[in-house]
T-cell receptor, first 111, second 113 residues
Framework: SQQGEEDPQALSIQEGENATMNCSYK?????LQWYRQNSGRGLVHLIL?????REKHSGRLRVTLDTSKKSSSLLITASRAADTASYFCATDDQGAQKLVFGQGTRLTINP | NAGVMQNPRHLVRRRGQEARLRCSPM?????VYWYRQLPEEGLKFMVYLQKENIIDESGMPKERFSAEFPKEGPSILRIQQVVRGDSAAYFC???????????FGNGTRLTVT
């Protein structure tokens, strides 16, 4: 089954800097979602972008989607220590009724 | 409005015993998903259920694993005759409709000794 792959696997930046994470997937999708996971907790939904959308914003988050390249990016602006977490992209197989998650990017924000 | 509730949070079983993991979805959600996560890895889909129906169990091992979501009560993921390789975090998620964002519980961490 298809799976999103995040890049980089780990990212460490200074507080206040911007963080960019990328996701690639393999087959056609209806939508792509980004989730955050704090250590020892469940995933929290951040943002959903549909296949006919190219860019979406939510607060300090900006997501882009390029269906021709089968890729998406998540930008977190003005990062804070509280943004330290793992970030996962998830895609739905067209016709299937489940989300498939990538391996995630571990983001560390240094104060 | 309570979120997705999973219990127990931690479960320790000896090899050969049974593990029963429970999940109560968010109020109003009729779609339940189970995922497994190994340390430092992403989530692997196991099964998708609606009330009294298994919709997709393509990610669930054919033997020893079963799941249900009865008309009344929580969804149950059951692992019979556990082995050390079953040790993982098991997450339940619910949604209000297909292809809607998932709401996750905090998981059950199963340790098989």
């Amino acid at each position: 089954s298809q799976q999103g792959e995040e890049d980089p696997q780990a990212l460490s930046i200074q507080e206040g800097e911007n963080a960019t994470m990328n996701c690639s997937y393999k087959t056609s999708i209806n939508n792509l979602q980004w989730y955050r996971q704090n250590s020892g907790r469940g995933l929290v939904h951040l943002i959903l972008i549909r296949s006919n959308e190219r860019e979406k914003h939510s607060g300090r988050l900006r997501v882009t989607l390029d269906t021709s390249k089968k890729s998406s990016s998540l930008l977190i602006t003005a990062s804070r220590a509280a943004d330290t977490a793992s970030y996962f992209c998830a895609t739905d197989d067209q016709g299937a009724q489940k989300l498939v998650f990538g391996q995630g990017t571990r983001l560390t924000i240094n104060p | 409005n309570a979120g997705v509730m999973q219990n127990p949070r931690h479960l320790v079983r000896r090899r050969g015993q049974e593990a029963r993991l429970r999940c109560s979805p968010m109020k109003g959600h009729s779609h339940v998903y189970w995922y497994r996560q190994l340390p430092e890895e992403g989530l692997k889909f196991m099964v998708y259920l609606q009330k009294e129906n298994i919709i997709d169990e393509s990610g669930m091992p054919k033997e020893r694993f079963s799941a249900e979501f009865p008309k009344e009560g929580p969804s149950i993921l059951r692992i019979q005759q556990v082995v050390r390789g079953d040790s993982a975090a098991y997450f339940c998620a619910s949604s209000v409709a297909e292809n809607s964002p998932l709401h996750f519980g905090n998981g059950t961490r199963l340790t098989v000794t």
